[in-house]
Nanobody, 122 residues
Framework: QVQLVESGGGLVQAGGSLRLSCTVS????????MGWFRQAPGMEREFVAV????????DYADTVKGRFTISRLNAKNTVYLQMNSLKPEDTAVYYC???????????????WGQGTQVTVSS
């Protein structure tokens, strides 16, 4: 069974940076499309970024475009989310997910991590 484990969350001041990591168990990581999503208190889970299986294609939510960068290292079964110029409105639990297709839709993802909290203070 594939498992996803996120790390790297924490408390940071507005304007600061964090890098989230998501390590995936199993031998077939390199064939998965991977996504990052986030969920703020009282809000629905929303798309943040997606990367295709070989890292050649990426896409972002408009709210994070130009500030966040998704990348992956297949040799380490890990996908990353570099977050720069953080804003208080980025505060949320961030989840990585394994998808069967390259998509912004939550429904395209079949396995999720437990989430990591990111808090941005003003």
């Amino acid at each position: 069974q594939v498992q996803l484990v996120e790390s790297g969350g924490g408390l940071v001041q507005a304007g600061g940076s964090l890098r989230l990591s998501c390590t995936v168990s199993g031998r077939t990581f390199s064939i998965y499309n991977m996504g990052w999503f986030r969920q703020a208190p009282g809000m629905e889970r929303e798309f943040v970024a997606v990367i295709n299986w070989n890292g050649q294609s990426t896409d972002y939510a408009d709210t994070v475009k130009g500030r966040f960068t998704i990348s992956r290292l297949n040799a380490k079964n890990t996908v990353y989310l570099q977050m720069n110029s953080l804003k208080p409105e980025d505060t949320a639990v961030y989840y990585c997910a394994k998808g069967g297709s390259y998509s912004k839709s939550l429904n395209a993802y079949d396995t999720w991590g437990q989430g990591t909290q990111v808090t941005v203070s003003s």
